[in-house]
């Protein structure tokens, strides 16, 4: 029963990508630790695949609509592909398995990945939740197209996503509205074939280190992702953005309140 529960989950992380470019590897990763008890640094693995796989489906229809923007996902996709591999490639691995101990609580290599996980989610859920009318303003005042920036936020996004297997899309969606001025539509499709890349390099970072990887599991839940992706990306066109990113954002918040107290208080 909790299965099909972790893959109707993965149904709706698919959806969650085609309608807002985003917010697919904030529902996986706790849906593979809490669902299908996957641990939780390999978790972070698994959601760098199955995100940049489904992404990778869902910029398709973009792509035949010209939603992407090439040179802006060139320019943001390099520095943030090298980054996320060196990130899961070399950083990751030199995280000890065993950090602290203080009285009775206990970090280790998993919690610390989850912990790091849950504070990003609230992060995320903030800009989700709040107006995007900022953006739209500064958008249309600022016409200058800021490669210097560009480059720097692709390779902090690519940090981002190797230490805790986070797609990104909510950082870089705002990204390539404020500072290469695209708009939402198209920030929407470039995030997507940026998330799709970025994540499946960094998942190569993990294939050949110590983790045993599930192959027949990890296609499985992306297949069911892909459809998903496809239902949001056919509904995107139905559905208010503003109305449903800040619903989301909350469910987001939720849920990354839930992992801290939970994982802090009542393991």
């Known amino acids: 029963m909790i299965e099909i529960i972790g893959y109707i989950g993965a149904l709706l992380m698919g959806v969650s990508l085609g309608l807002i470019g985003g917010g697919g590897s904030i529902l996986t990763v706790p849906i593979l630790v809490y669902l299908f008890s996957v641990d939780a640094v390999l978790a972070t693995a698994y959601s760098l695949f199955i995100v940049g796989f489904t992404s990778i489906l869902g910029s398709a229809s973009h792509i035949k609509q010209g939603n992407i923007h090439w040179r802006t996902a060139i320019v943001f996709g390099i520095p943030a592909i090298i980054s996320v591999f060196i990130t899961r490639q070399f950083l990751v691995p030199l995280i000890p398995k065993e950090i602290f101990t203080i009285g009775t609580f206990h970090l280790d290599k998993p919690l610390l990945m989850l912990l790091l996980f849950a ?108 459809v998903g992706i496809f239902l949001g990306s056919y509904y995107s066109k139905k559905v208010k953005d503003e109305k449903l990113k800040p619903a989301f954002g909350y469910f987001v918040l939720i849920m990354g309140i839930y992992i801290i107290t939970k994982e802090l208080f009542f393991k």
């Open 119 to 226: 504070f990003l989610m609230v992060f995320a859920s903030y800009s989700m939740i709040k107006p995007s009318k900022k953006i739209k303003e500064e958008a249309e005042t600022a016409p200058k197209y800021n490669y210097p920036l560009i480059l720097i936020e692709g390779a902090v996004v690519g940090m981002v996503t190797g230490m805790v297997g986070a797609g990104g899309g909510f950082l870089i969606i705002p990204a390539l509205v404020l500072l290469a001025k695209l708009p939402m539509k198209k920030a929407v499709g470039t995030s997507l074939v940026i998330i799709g890349f970025k994540s499946l390099i960094g998942f190569l970072g993990d294939v050949n280190g110590s983790e045993v990887i599930d192959w027949k599991f990890l296609m499985i839940f992306s297949s069911i992702a892909a």
